[in-house]
């Protein structure tokens, strides 16, 4: 007789497939994406016979990562991904890698053939562990029912300590049938603030530095985000009570708000003018849950020449391993934030302590060059301008912006300004494109009282496309709006600048009617090409109660500026043509 999965008890027989069901609610997974096959049929069974989770059906594997990364990203929570063998499973690699890259908390419950067949190459077998090692905190494979409870609660667990990213648990059929005995994870033990001395010296070393310097900027990262809305608290109370001024990642926009007043705009390759030169003149960067990544450094022994620098993260293999510094601090961002906050305070510190003035007026004539600026046109639309106009339009409603990859993603992050975390979903670390639709799409399961908008490209959006079924299928409304050039823009970008403008495979690429695509899948959907029509034409995306796709027709060939050239530092950017 079936075992109700339905009730939850510390001990208790269940088959492998019930155990997953319920280690995933009793951790709060309450939602899963997925693409059933032979291999995971017992626990998509499972599935079928308890109402605690909820699945989504999506049209590829990839699309079902990239979608519970989504709702991972702005809500904090885990992700889930339910696939099947072989081909099911090897779909996932590069959602895998996405996460990965960007900390993502995520669990991949992939099925396996039977314990019998591994090893002999027998239908939709792979080694799925093997593949996936390198780009997860964990894999394994589960070999004895016994075993499972116990696997299953350390990976839900360990998706989301530390640095959160991806597990996957590959579980043969044989034993989702299988029946053993399922123990509730242990109690876990409550862990306080940071106490030990090593810490506490770091914190104190940090201050000091802090105390001395004369030109000093927060260099801040996604690690923010994922330490919770109380580290952006933290963060902004400690730029308040310095007066330092800050910049970010791509990935860590939203933990300072856009619209304070020591916000310098986002660094980095395409980032503010202000705030590459800021970074490049600074005598110290507090560097909090961001990792010197190659896109923000520019080349390293050109960056930050003159600065001492403190590093907060909570990966202590972070520390040192791209750029020297002199004071690092290995914990979570909340912890060391508040920890640096009530020692500045202790200290008697405040905003006057130092006269920071001069270095702000430095930083005041950067941004005298508007480096965001760009010549609009009366024929054509601009896709800075059509950014900016979309910014307007949402800037007061409850709304999340996810991007694919590319120009439009860097126009995105130049144009709309975001007030809170976790109201930019993007592929960072990997780059993915396609990551935008079906990103948005979980990101409205897990939001679906409010507006998520997906900015893609035409070269992005074809690559996952297939996702308009299931956002019709589960009646979300998500916008899309589509910054079409024609062009793999980015592509076409570089070869201009450093292939002396042999355009090879990057422009003229073959694309369907975007508004009959959407009409065929279900959507509404209409064309844009002149600047005179914008504003109507985004009020009319944001209204439509239905999922609903703009085709913004923008100008062929407008690069993407700012620019730190490739093999420069933060000194040296070129800036587009701007009013």
Request: charged share 20%; net charge negative; glycine share 10%.
């Amino acid at each position: 007789m079936r075992k109700d999965t339905e009730a939850t008890t510390e001990s208790q027989v269940m088959t492998g497939a019930e155990m997953v069901m319920t280690a995933l609610a009793e951790h709060g997974v309450r939602h899963v994406f997925g693409y059933p096959g032979g291999a995971v049929l017992p626990l998509y069974d499972a599935l079928a016979k308890q109402s605690r989770v909820y699945h989504t059906l999506v049209s590829h594997e990839q699309g079902a990562v990239h979608a519970a990364e989504g709702y991972a990203r702005s809500t904090g929570k885990i992700g889930c991904v339910f696939v099947t063998s072989g081909p099911g499973a090897t779909n996932t690699v590069t959602g895998l890698m996405d996460a990965y890259a960007d900390s993502i908390p995520l669990i991949v419950v992939s099925g396996q053939v039977p314990s019998s067949l591994i090893g002999t190459d027998a239908f939709q077998e792979c080694d799925i562990v093997g593949i996936t090692r390198p780009c997860t905190k964990h894999s394994e494979q589960v070999t004895a029912i016994a075993d499972l409870p116990r696997i299953l609660h350390r990976a839900l667990s360990l998706a989301q300590s530390g640095r959160p990213g991806p597990v996957l648990i590959d579980i043969p059929k044989d034993i989702q049938n299988a029946q053993g005995l399922y123990r509730s994870a242990p109690t876990a033990s409550v862990t306080g603030d940071k106490s030990d001395d090593a810490f506490a010296e770091a914190i104190e070393q940090a201050v000091a530095l802090m105390r001395t310097a004369e030109r000093p900027v927060f260099y801040t990262g996604g690690g923010v985000i994922n330490a919770g809305d109380c580290a952006s608290e933290l963060l902004r109370e400690l730029v308040q009570a310095t007066g330092f001024p800050v910049t970010s990642t791509l990935m860590g926009l939203g933990a300072y708000p856009a619209s304070g007043a020591s916000w310098l705009g986002m660094l980095g390759m395409h980032g503010a003018y202000e705030a590459n030169k800021a970074m490049h003149g600074a005598d110290l960067i507090i560097a909090v849950g961001a990792r010197f990544d190659d896109r923000v450094t520019g080349r390293v022994d050109m960056f930050a020449p003159q600065a001492k620098k403190i590093h907060i993260d909570i990966d202590p293999r972070s520390i040192n391993k791209i750029v020297r510094v002199d004071c690092g601090i290995a914990a979570d961002c909340a912890t060391a934030l508040a920890a640096i906050g009530k020692s500045w305070h202790a200290q008697g510190c405040t905003q006057s302590s130092k006269d920071l003035n001069p270095w702000w007026e430095r930083i005041e004539a950067w941004r005298c060059e508007r480096s965001f600026g760009f010549v609009n046109s009366d024929t054509v639309i601009k896709p800075q301008h059509a950014l900016q106009r979309l910014g307007h339009f949402i800037c007061a409603r409850d709304a999340y912006v996810v991007t694919d990859v590319g120009q439009h993603q860097m126009w995105t992050a130049q144009h709309i300004g975001f007030e809170q975390p976790r109201r930019l979903m993007t592929s960072g670390g990997l780059g993915t494109m396609g990551y935008g639709l079906p990103a948005a799409l979980g990101v409205q399961t897990a939001h679906p009282d409010s507006l998520v908008v997906c900015v893609s490209g035409d070269g992005s959006f074809q690559m996952n496309s297939q996702e308009m079924a299931t956002v019709r299928q589960e009646n979300l409304p998500v916008k899309v709006v589509l910054i079409n050039n024609n062009a793999l823009g980015m592509v076409r970008q570089w070869q201009g600048m450093y292939h002396e403008n042999r355009f090879s495979a990057s422009k003229g690429k073959g694309q369907p009617d975007f508004v009959k695509l959407a009409e065929a899948y279900g959507w509404a959907g209409f064309r844009c090409t002149s600047p005179h029509n914008l504003d109507a034409a985004l009020q009319a995306l944001i209204e439509t109660p239905e999922p609903c796709l703009l085709d913004c027709v923008v100008k062929a060939d407008e690069d993407c500026f700012p620019m730190i050239p490739v093999g420069f530092g933060h000194d040296t950017m070129t800036l587009g043509a701007r009013l």
